[in-house]
């Protein structure tokens, strides 16, 4: 793998992101990625694509000096598996603390719970949105606009972004529970384990919320959600090619307002994938047909730990 240093640009644009570092993954079409902790405690960053049902990761490392080792799981094979070994359509990774990776397939809207370890799916989740409105029915059009990212919420709980026609998060969980919402810090807690029955199931939307004029306006559509270490969700835009802070989500789904936004500077490519770094600085992964220089580093930390937030 190669990282390659990049000159900044516009420094005194604070609301502008530029990017700092551009590193090779392995995947073609790279569609979503993460940041794991294993069972030894050590941090990894993972990336999937679209296109094969393969996730690969690499051990970070404690300086830029240090080559970049990436390592491949063929998920399509672990044991009780309904993911198909070529374009499986996995649109978005996340993972709990106890090392647990959770990947959403687009089609049909689902996500699997894996054990990299045990090489075995724990739970196959199908994800329904129940009723008649423009949402559901998009929902349940094969052809329409499904989930593009997702984080993980305490009590078994799950937020996924639904790309665009029209673009909303959505709360899911299991059939008779009660939506949570989101405030800041209330995300799956670092070190926990997401609580969920094993084999095949059913989660069913329990909230709905729509973009603000002002989300609208700075995201396009959703690509992807994470949680920084400041506590706060986050959403990634390829159109817009942004990134916005979302203010607290309210129980039983309402709107989605814009906290803040910030614009990618010089991105090839189409922004898919975000996480963050300890340290608040945003990383994202490029949908690229080559797997050459689509994962980029973005300066400066917006995202930083303990940070007030208006």
Avoid at 154 to 166: I, N, R, S, Y
Avoid at 296 to 305: G, K, R
């Amino acid at each position: 793998s190669e990282l390659t240093r990049m000159p900044p640009t516009n420094p005194d644009k604070h609301d502008r992101l530029r990017i700092s570092r551009v590193v090779d993954v392995p995947l073609r079409e790279v569609s979503g990625i993460c940041l794991r902790r294993g069972r030894d405690r050590q941090m990894s960053l993972l990336a999937v694509g679209d296109r094969a049902a393969k996730v690969v990761w690499i051990s970070l490392p404690e300086s830029d000096d240090e080559s970049l080792d990436w390592q491949t799981k063929n998920v399509g094979t672990f044991t009780d598996s309904d993911l198909a070994g070529d374009d499986p359509q996995i649109e978005a990774v996340c993972a709990d603390g106890a090392g647990r990776v959770l990947l959403l397939q687009e089609w049909p809207p689902r996500v699997e719970l894996v054990d990299f370890e045990m090489s075995q799916t724990l739970a196959s989740i199908e994800l329904h949105v129940e009723g008649n409105d423009e949402i559901a029915v998009s929902w349940a059009d094969p052809a329409g606009s499904h989930g593009e990212g997702m984080v993980l919420l305490p009590g078994g709980h799950l937020l996924v972004a639904k790309e665009k026609d029209p673009a909303a998060l959505i709360e899911f969980g299991p059939p008779g529970s009660r939506s949570q919402g989101f405030t800041r810090g209330g995300a799956l807690a670092a070190g926990d384990r997401w609580v969920v029955a094993k084999g095949k199931q059913e989660f069913v939307g329990l909230a709905t919320w729509l973009p603000g004029r002002a989300l609208a306006k700075a995201c396009k559509d959703f690509s992807d959600l994470e949680i920084g270490p400041d506590g706060c969700l986050y959403l990634l835009s390829d159109q817009s090619e942004s990134i916005a802070r979302i203010d607290d989500l309210s129980p039983g789904g309402g709107t989605a307002a814009l906290g803040a936004v910030w614009r990618l500077e010089n991105i090839e490519g189409k922004p898919e994938g975000l996480a963050f770094t300890a340290e608040g600085r945003a990383v994202v992964a490029l949908d690229k047909r080559k797997t050459r220089k689509n994962l980029v580093l973005l300066n400066p930390p917006i995202a930083t730990a303990n940070a007030a937030q208006p």
